[in-house]
């Protein structure tokens, strides 16, 4: 460490989980919109979705609500219904399978990398053969209940876990060899790279979300990016109760949602966007600061990126807990400490509602319950001082040493 840092309880209540990295810019682009009368479908949502096309390279690019908005609209354009099969991954955040509940989809899971958490392409592979062949095999790769071999396999969606892409070369092959959509969870990953290629532009759809913790923030919001006409067009009407292109007011062509980006949001976006770079380096330096002090510590392991990773947009740092220390133990050290932590995360296939409905249990996915039980988020923001992260690894160091 470069200095040791004095710990005090009003100091340590002054780190927050996470902080969104907010200027006097965007401060006075939402003032300026509240002075206008568009807030709602105005020209901030134009440019903000102007900015993503250019960022990105897509043709398409459309402003929701959230990030779960949307990936569920990209299933309603990957023609996904009830009884399809779409293969992911248990160790993420639940709206990356709740989204096909929602349509009566399966999530079907297989389990993930050790080194990055991310979804294990080879897995995929022998999922996607398996279960294509309605034969005895496909049991294996099936929840037991609420499901049957005869389904068919439609889509394949890969999460990038907390900012790091996942292998998406290798996911875009299977894709391409079984006939499959690929919906690509970029929620946690704007501006990360994979082989010198911007995450959420690999798939068929990829989807960005602005939640106040992550890289960018808008309050509430997310964006769908494509290059596919026909499912833009889709996804433009259904984020706005189903209305058309060409429709009159209060005509909607299709059943669809409230699911608009306001241009309060879009307002906070555009000025976030424009400083992506900044943020994304910013977040960088706190994440070099932890790795730099934490690396020494016996019972840690610090986050590792993978070659592929050629630009990683850190959105959390998460640390594991070596085998045999127990993470919770860790996690109250700190709280008594007044360091705050999360559990990043929790398998999906393990939460009580996905228990009930699809039978799943404790040894399932042991690399998704591996990862469960052993990583655990510490504060992180680009707007921490390196002696807030002084003050937190000093906690760590502190509480280590106490469970030896």
Not at 279 to 285: P, S
């Amino acid at each position: 460490m470069t200095s040791k840092a004095k710990i005090t309880t009003t100091d340590t209540f002054k780190i927050p989980m996470s902080s969104p990295d907010i200027t006097e810019a965007e401060r006075h682009s939402i003032y300026e919109v509240i002075q206008s009368p568009n807030l709602s479908m105005g020209p901030q949502i134009k440019a903000f979705e102007e900015a993503f096309r250019k960022l990105t390279g897509c043709k398409h690019a459309i402003g929701v609500n959230s990030g779960t908005s949307g990936l569920h609209l990209c299933v309603h354009a990957a023609g996904i219904e009830e009884g399809d099969i779409v293969i992911t991954t248990p160790f993420s955040f639940v709206s990356s399978s709740n989204v096909m509940l929602f349509e009566r989809a399966i999530p079907v899971f297989v389990d993930v990398e050790p080194s990055t958490g991310n979804i294990d392409s080879q897995l995929i592979q022998l999922a996607v053969k398996d279960l294509s062949s309605n034969e005895v095999s496909a049991n294996s790769w099936l929840p037991r209940l609420g499901t049957s071999n005869k389904k068919k396999v439609k889509a394949i969606l890969p999460v990038h876990i907390y900012g790091q892409p996942a292998d998406m070369d290798s996911i875009q092959k299977i894709a391409k060899d079984f006939n499959l959509k690929v919906i690509e969870d970029a929620c946690e990953a704007v501006g990360s790279e994979y082989k010198g290629r911007k995450a959420g532009t690999l798939g068929d759809y990829g989807v960005f979300a602005f939640y106040p913790n992550k890289q960018i923030t808008t309050g509430e919001g997310g964006m769908i990016v494509t290059d596919d006409d026909t499912a833009a067009n889709l996804m433009f009407a259904l984020r706005n109760q189903g209305r058309a292109p060409g429709d009159i007011w209060l005509q909607h062509t299709f059943l669809g949602y409230n699911y608009r980006l306001g241009e309060l949001n879009s307002a906070l976006g555009n000025i976030q966007l424009s400083r992506l770079a900044e943020i994304i380096e910013k977040r960088e330096v706190v994440a070099n600061w932890y790795d730099e002090r934490l690396k020494h510590i016996p019972g840690i392991e610090i986050p590792s990126v993978v070659p592929h990773t050629t630009r990683m947009s850190w959105f959390v740092y998460v640390i594991r807990t070596e085998p045999g220390i127990n993470r919770e133990n860790v996690s109250q050290g700190l709280k008594s400490r007044g360091i705050p932590s999360r559990p990043y995360f929790i398998p999906i296939h393990l939460q009580p509602y996905m228990k009930e409905r699809f039978g799943y249990r404790e040894g399932d996915f042991p690399i998704s319950e591996d990862l469960g039980k052993r990583s655990l988020a510490i504060p992180f923001s680009g707007v921490m001082t390196e002696n807030q992260v002084d003050i937190v690894c000093e906690a760590l160091k502190d509480t280590f040493k106490e469970l030896e």
